[in-house]
């Protein structure tokens, strides 16, 4: 904990909010039909809702100057607005966050992202070749023969390839500017990962460049 940095109570809320539009982000892109007993469609505004009260808390608790706190209510309106007509959570979200993002610390985010998506993956990875978790495949040309491509619990493969884009990506930021040969091996773990399980060859590419 003390690696990431010191936590406020202010700070505390926009980490919590975070993991929630995280974990809220990747379930929607599974194939599960609920989220703790709730369907997914009413379980993805209820927990960006949530979030979004985190955020405002946060910004009204920090008592910031005028200015400051006359822009962050600009990008709550702008947030607000852009639901309202464009029906969009996780854009919304976006300008809700870069409203609250005073004294958040990179490597928080980049820890919460690792848990969140390696805790997913790990149940849903097993749930999925056990035939428990709906899959199906996608069909993809390559070098003139036609590979199946499975989505392993995933709305689509690619999705599964963005986990791993992600978790390298994470791990990168934890890590940096540290580079060793167990790190080495991680990234090349991951982009086999995705280039062997899924296919998707943006993501292999991507984790190769993390890397470097």
């Known amino acids: 904990m003390r690696l990431l940095g010191p936590v ?6 926009f980490y919590v909010s975070f993991a929630i539009c995280a974990f809220t982000t990747l379930m929607v892109r599974t194939t599960y039909d609920s989220v703790f007993g709730m369907p997914k469609d009413a379980f993805e505004p209820f927990a960006y809702a949530i979030s979004a009260l985190l955020l405002v808390l946060k910004i009204l ?6 200015v ?23 854009f919304s979200a976006l300008f809700f966050f870069i409203a609250a993002g005073k004294d958040v610390s990179l490597r928080w985010l980049a820890a ?10 790990a149940v849903t990875l097993p749930l999925a070749l056990a035939g428990k978790l709906y899959s199906f495949t996608v069909w993809r040309e390559v070098d003139g023969t036609w590979m199946p491509r ?27 500017p ?6 080495a091996l991680v990234y090349a773990a991951l982009a086999l990962a995705a280039a062997l ?11 190769v ?4």
């Open 8 to 13: 406020t109570f202010e700070t505390g809320l």
């Open 61 to 66: 608790r920090e008592r910031e100057p005028s």
């Open 68 to 90: 400051r706190f006359a822009g962050a209510i600009l990008l709550l309106v702008v947030g607000t607005l852009s639901f309202w007509f464009a029906g969009s959570w996780r």
């Open 112 to 121: 919460i992202a690792l848990v969140v998506q390696g805790a997913v993956l």
């Open 150 to 176: 499975s989505s392993y619990g995933y709305g689509h493969p690619n999705f599964l390839g963005e986990v791993f884009l992600v978790i390298a990506l994470a791990y990168a930021a934890l890590r940096f």
């Open 178 to 183: 540290r580079f060793k040969v167990p790190d």
């Open 197 to 207: 399980l899924v296919w998707s060859r943006t993501a292999t590419a991507c984790i």
């Open 209 to 212: 460049l993390a890397a470097a």
